[in-house]
């Protein structure tokens, strides 16, 4: 069920004084010692865009932005129902299996945000809940593109690495991980709405890659983010932060995957086609790859421009994650364009007011070819 908010006023966003001295704390966390990187290749896996937020009963979604990991996608597709206001199931066919993750991304320039609620085993498929809220915290409906997949067994070598987790609400609480290096990945707790993550052997001393963030909550709606990255030679250490539709940090369930030279829902090559960036106050040379060796350009603006050239090949998918301390988030303003072979993304960003900002973000696009 959701709860349903009357509007709120906004409130002016609660300072993190404690951050400091929580990463200090947090840090000192004994985490164990890193194992050489590894590829990990995806068991199961499954993406969607939802194109229309009021679908009819099993509606199938934009075919040429869904594919996934069951035999025959083009003839088995992924199928939407909509279950209340800003509510929605959506299927994947024949890939049901237990863990993993999933992530989701609004896409559209009112501030409504898209959240997960839950996923599990359908039959022989798997659905994913996925909420959105309007900036008010009132359920809203919304497009949303929407990514799971799940790795299990020993890490391949092949090259890249790849790392998730799905944190509970609990110091140490990791509900389902997994971790290319072989490595074990920890989730721990500190103040209301502050998490750190450990992803060990993965990474390098220099920030490397593409993370996203995605809430996880059944109760009410909840934005996560990146609030700052601490690469080392041993693994790499995320803050993320959680916060509630009036800007007060939160305690909610979450993802996380992280991906060096990998598509965002893991798998090395194939796909032959895909790209990430990170923008933050800049762009940091290892955190901007695109497959076909082209350059990724970003365009500053409110939307941003961020444009791949060379891997633009339905069928695909993008997400976006805000990065920073704040409560502000950010998303994707409108679906993702394809032209001669390159793709445009357009991610929006928005402060705790919810008027659209420039503002830090996190970027990936795949294809799966």
Same mark, same amino acid.
């Given at each position: 069920m959701h709860a349903r908010f009357d509007a709120p006023r906004f409130r002016p966003a609660r300072t993190l004084p404690l951050v400091l001295a929580l990463l200090a704390a947090l840090l000192a966390v004994a985490v164990p010692a890193a194992a050489p990187a590894h590829a990990a290749v995806p068991d199961r896996w499954g993406f969607a865009y939802?194109?229309?937020?009021?679908?009819?009963?099993g509606y199938v979604p934009d075919t040429t932005r869904q594919w996934g990991s069951w035999t025959a996608p083009a003839a088995n597709p992924v199928k939407v129902d909509q279950v209340g206001t800003g509510a929605y199931v959506v299927h994947f066919p024949l890939i049901a299996g237990p %863990?993993?993750? +999933?992530?989701?991304? +609004? #896409?559209?320039?009112?501030?409504?945000?898209?959240?997960?609620? &839950? =996923? &599990? +085993?359908?039959? $022989? &498929?798997?659905?994913v809940k996925v909420s959105c809220y309007q900036p008010t915290g009132a359920p809203g409906n919304s497009? @949303?593109? *929407?990514?799971?997949?799940? !790795? $299990?067994g020993a890490p391949s070598t092949a090259g890249g690495d790849?790392?998730? /987790?799905?944190? &509970?609400?609990?110091s140490s609480a990791t509900l389902t991980q997994y971790n290319s290096s072989g490595g074990t990945n920890l989730a721990?707790?500190? !103040?209301? %709405?502050?998490?750190?993550?450990?992803?060990p052997g993965l990474g390098g001393s220099t920030p490397v890659g593409? *993370?996203? *963030?995605?809430? *996880?909550d059944a109760a009410q709606g909840a934005r996560c983010k990146v609030a700052d990255w601490f690469p080392s030679a041993t693994g790499q250490t995320f803050l993320v932060a959680c916060f509630d539709a009036a800007n007060v940090p939160y305690d909610?369930?979450? $993802?996380?995957?992280? !991906? #060096?030279?990998?598509? #965002?829902?893991?798998? +090395? @090559?194939?796909?032959? !086609?895909?790209g990430y /960036? =990170?923008?933050n106050a800049g762009v940091p040379a290892g955190t901007n790859f695109n497959s076909a060796g082209g350059v990724n350009a970003l365009a500053a603006g409110v939307p941003a421009t961020v444009t791949m050239p060379g891997i633009a090949v339905p069928s695909d998918t993008a997400h976006v994650t805000a990065y920073g301390s704040g409560p502000g988030w950010c998303q994707l303003a409108l679906p993702w364009t394809r032209t001669s072979g390159t793709v445009k993304l357009n991610p929006l960003c928005f402060n705790p007011g919810a008027t659209p900002v420039a503002a830090p973000f996190l970027t990936a696009y795949t294809s799966a070819f």
């Open positions: 939802l194109d229309n937020p009021t679908p009819p009963p %863990g993993g993750i +999933a992530h989701a991304t +609004a #896409v559209n320039r009112t501030g409504t945000w898209c959240q997960v609620q &839950g =996923w &599990g +085993a359908a039959g $022989t &498929g798997l659905d497009p @949303f593109t *929407v990514l799971y997949t799940a !790795s $299990t790849y790392g998730y /987790l799905f944190s &509970g609400l609990s721990s707790h500190g !103040s209301t %709405g502050i998490w750190k993550a450990w992803l593409n *993370v996203e *963030v995605t809430a *996880v909610t369930r979450w $993802t996380l995957s992280y !991906s #060096v030279k990998r598509a #965002v829902h893991g798998p +090395a @090559f194939p796909p032959k !086609s895909f /960036l =990170w923008f």
